[in-house]
């Protein structure tokens, strides 16, 4: 937690966490945008909201076939690092929409005109564009015609059109960087990875970044002597050799679904859970609720103009020391809302054992 910022001296500036946490994964554009407010101490959903429109936050899928969040300086070297490895996961899905390389060489092409000259345009537009030019471009296939854009470097998050995501050309929004060798971008991701992640294994590294084994560990065995290690329960940990302190227990955490410090992880994500609260059915809602790391309940908004309820399925009852530490995040999460506190409210139940 306190690797991941979540725990000790906030950062400044949603661009400022995004840069710490490398990536962060973020398909759940609502929800994702409260991942980089957490890491910092007063930064409000318009702030994240008018740094993704002026792209100092950008939003693409690399890593693995999925949205993430991205600065300008991390998006050319991470995409030349793992958009093949992305490519070929979707190898099959490409093979079945009988999209082939030639016919993502014409689409991008197209897409490249279009967007070139600071047209940012939706979705829709561009499949509009598509059909047009005779492409078949519907449902999953303009999808995967989106995602290869994106991982060839043709396109990437514009300025949002109302509610809806735009595309935008990606060499209007990410600035020329010089290529970094293979190996040197293994070992600046492993670093980067370990020093926001730690403690974690070199599985961890290779599930978060969709890298093969092998390559993960090219890059770890290049920056180890800059990690301590630790055998816990058969498994190599490495984790940063300074960290904040940790804060005075209980610091309770609303953490959305995708949030890094649950989606960087296979190999030690047991270590969320509390012991004491095994053989639960499945969550009622996707977000975690953690009281000091682990998680014992879940959590969902609900929201409208005005206000906002929070929904609270807990797997056990909290101490009054723990219910002040959730009263204090669900007033955080709040301001980040820029909702008055009574205008945020809480509505708690308990999933008890055995019940989903």
Known sequence: MRSQHLWGAPLRT????LGAMVAVQAQEYAYAKWSLAQRTRT???ADVRDDYARGRILRTHLLRPTWHFVTPDDANWLLELTAPRVQVVNGHHLRSLDLDEGTLARTGELIAEAVEGGNHLTRRQIGAMLQAAGVGADGMRLGYILMAAELHRVVISGVPSGRQHTY??????VPASEPLDRDAALARLARRYFATRGPATVRDLARWSGLTLADCR????AVADEFRVAEVEGRSLWYPPRQDAAPRPPVVDLVQGYDECIM????TKDYLADPDLAGRGAPAHVHAVLVDGLVVGHWKHTLSARSATIDLALHRTLSAPETAALDAEIQRYGEFLELQREKVSAHEHHQPKGNP
């Open 218 to 221: 090219t890059g770890l065995d």
């Open 14 to 17: 949603a661009p400022e966490a």
């Open 168 to 173: 935008a050309a990606f060499g209007e929004r």
């Open 43 to 45: 930064v409000v959903d």
């Open 264 to 267: 960087s992880y296979s190999d």
